[in-house]
């Protein structure tokens, strides 16, 4: 039996943590702790909110040029993307862009 996709999200979500600390140095306390006790899923909800703006952590992967190791770049990959809103999936491309910027 194939796992749900929100459970699938959360396993990425853990991933990226550790890709980050192996790739760059950059471990995202944080980011895992939320994650552990909300649930990928409801962490990236959550972080998704449009009043927030760009995350140190962001901004620490944008300078890394590793912003495809964001949660918000996971967030607009298939399949997950059909999760989260059409408002939650414009919050992430505008931090990505937003990001890449700086």
Avoid: C
């Amino acid at each position: 039996m194939s796992k749900p996709l929100e459970q699938l999200f959360h396993e990425e979500m853990l991933s990226l943590y550790q890709l980050a600390a192996r790739e760059i140095g950059y471990w995202a306390n944080r980011f895992l702790q939320k994650t552990r006790r909300a649930g990928g899923y409801r962490a990236a909800k959550e972080w998704l909110r449009p009043t927030r703006g760009l995350s140190p952590g962001l901004e620490r992967l944008a300078k890394a040029k590793r912003l495809d190791l964001s949660m918000e770049a996971l967030v607009l990959r298939p399949p997950y993307r059909e999760l989260f809103t059409a408002e939650e999936l414009q919050t992430a491309q505008d931090r990505l862009s937003e990001a890449a910027r700086t």
